[in-house]
C-alpha cells in the first residue's frame, strides 16, 4: 500500500503520525511511505532518519496526501480540506461529535474515516486513546499550576502550599485515564484533590490506590458545584466514547467561583465539560469569563510533541500495519479496529457522531458489507 505522512499544520502541532521506526516496519512489509520533509522536526526526528528508514522524501503537502492512506494525528483543518477524496483511508483522531463541519466535508467527499478515539476493545478500553490521555492529564495538572501563579493570571495560589499554609484545591471531574493522571501529578504536588465521577467502582479504585490521600464524590449537581465553586483549580476530564461531553459545570456556577481560579478542560476535543468552554490553541491559551481563567487548548499534547509521538506510536502501529496489509478486509477482519470507523461511502457508521448532528446511521458492518 501507498502511505502518505503529512506535516500536522494545526497552531502549534508538532507530534507526527509515523515515526522512523513506524515507517521501517512497514517498508519492510513491502510497503511504499511518503514523508512530507519537515514532518518529524517538530518531535525532534530528521528527513535522514526517516529517509533510512525507508521512506521517500516529498517536498509537498500534496504528495503525501495522495497516498492510499494518510496517517496523521490530529483532523484536518478548513486549509487541508481539499486533499479530502473518494477512497481515501484517513487513520488519526477525528473528534467529530464536536465538529459538524469536518463530518459533513468527510460524508461530501466519500472519506473512510477511522478514528483513533473510537478504536475499542470488547471490554471498552480505548487503546488508542488512552497515550494521549495519560499525556494531557499529566499536563493539564502542571499547566493549571502554572495559570494559578498571579502573573498568569491565576489566583496566586501554590499547588502543595507550605507548612502553614494550605494546598490548592483541586477539582477533577472524571476519574478515568485523563482523571487519574492529573491526580497523580496533582498528589504528588501536595494540592487537595478532590476526584468526581459517576462510577462508583472508579472511585473505589482510587479510594484504595491513594490511601485517603485524595477525596472521591458521587457525580450529581449538588455535589459537582459545591466542589467546583469552593476549588482553585477544576479539571475537565469526561469523555462520552466518540460523543458529546455534557456540560457539568454551568455558567451560573462560574459567577460562585473563586475569582481568579483556574478551569483547565481536557474535554475540549467533544465539545468540553464547562458550558463556557470554547477552543483555544497554544498561541492564544486562555480567556476570562466571570473571572475565571479558561485554558482549552485542543491539542494540549501538542507542547510534548516527541513525549506525544512515541506514546501514541506504540499503540497505533499495530492497528497501522493491519490496515496497510488489508485495507478495508482489515476493518472487517478486526472488531476492535472496525469500531474506530467513523466515515465511510458518504455514511456515518459511529453511532455517537450521527446522534449529535441528527444524521442517519448506518452500522459499520452493514456498510462494509456494502
Known sequence: MLIGLPKEIKDN???VGLTPGAVKALTRRGHRVLVQSGAGLGSALTDEEYRQAGADIVAEAEMAWSAEMVVKV???IESEYHYLRPNLLLFTYLHLAADRKLTMVLLERGVTGIAYETVQTPNGHLP?????SEVAGRMATQVGATYLEKPHGGRGVLMGGVPG???ASVAILGGGTVGANAAKIAVGMGAQVTVIDVN???L???DDIYHGRLRTRTSNEYNIEEIVTHADLVIGAVLIPGGRAPHLVTRAMLSRMRDGAVIVDVAVDQGGCVETTRPTTHSNPTYFVDGVLHYCVANMPGAVPRTSTFALNNQTMPYALMLAGEGLQALRNNAVLRAGLNTHQGRVTYKAVADAFGLSHIPAEETLAG
Open 200 to 202: 462508583h467502582e472508579r
Open 165 to 167: 499554609v494550605a494546598p
Open 74 to 76: 490530529k483532523e484536518p
Open 204 to 206: 473505589v479504585y482510587l
Open 13 to 15: 502541532e508538532s507530534r
Open 128 to 132: 488508542l486513546l488512552q497515550p494521549m
